[in-house]
T-cell receptor, first 116, second 115 residues
């Protein structure tokens, strides 16, 4: 069975601090996809990144970086030099299957508050 | 452009009312989704349409009735809802069976209150 665990329910940091959001997943499939979404208070889920199970390269996009480690079934997300606008709920999600299933299994989310 | 538009943004309805939520996308996506999200919870999948046909129904009560009149539009018809149905209803769309399949793009949602 698929499962995504985001152990951190809430994190509060001061602006310019670095922060890492943890995501641990469980799946029996060898082909799967991992995602991160951001949900600001407005409600819309914003797609941030998709990573497939065969691509373990870490990725950096501006202040955002992702560390994918199959050995520990983790897909962690780091925000460098956090800003107030980064305040949101962040969801990690998993989708199984070679072509990508329509079903996304979400973690419970981590609420990040960045204080000025 | 990765825009999914949902209307209305807010809706208040009584338990005897009939209302509809609307979702529109012009990205050429052939899969569209309805999710329900309660406060402080992750989104829960309700329905999936693939090529305008219902492909997944996650055992949703019949008071929720989805409709996909064409490849750009998705409706959710609501009838005789209960107060516990109050939630944020999110629509999403994605490519289907061609890359970058399975990246779901979400709308801003409709905040529904059932009195």
């Amino acid at each position: 069975a698929q499962k995504v665990t985001q152990a951190q329910t809430e994190i509060s940091v001061v602006e310019k601090e670095d922060v890492t959001l943890d995501c641990v997943y469980e799946t029996r499939d060898t082909t799967y996809y991992l995602f991160w979404y951001k949900q600001p208070p407005s409600g819309e889920l914003v797609f941030l990144i998709r990573r497939n199970s065969f691509d373990e390269q870490n990725e950096i996009s501006g202040r955002y970086s992702w560390n994918f480690q199959k050995s520990t079934s983790s897909f962690n997300f780091t925000i460098t030099a956090s800003q107030v606008v980064d305040s949101a709920v962040y969801f990690c999600a998993l989708s199984e299957g070679q072509g990508g299933s329509e079903k996304l299994v979400f973690g419970k989310g981590t609420k990040l508050t960045v204080n000025p | 452009d990765t825009e999914v538009t949902q209307t209305p943004k807010h809706l208040v309805m009584g338990m005897t009312n009939k209302k509809s939520l609307k979702c529109e996308q012009h990205m050429g996506h052939r899969a569209m989704y309805w999710y329900k999200q309660k406060a402080k919870k992750p989104p829960e999948l309700m329905f999936v349409y693939s090529y305008e046909k219902l492909s997944i129904n996650e055992s949703v009560p019949s008071r929720f009735s989805p409709e996909c009149p064409n490849s750009s539009l998705l409706n959710l018809h609501l009838h005789a809802l209960q107060p516990e149905d109050s939630a944020l209803y999110l629509c999403a769309s994605s490519q289907y069976q061609r890359p970058p399949y399975n990246i779901q793009y979400f709308g801003a949602g409709t905040r529904l209150s059932v009195l």
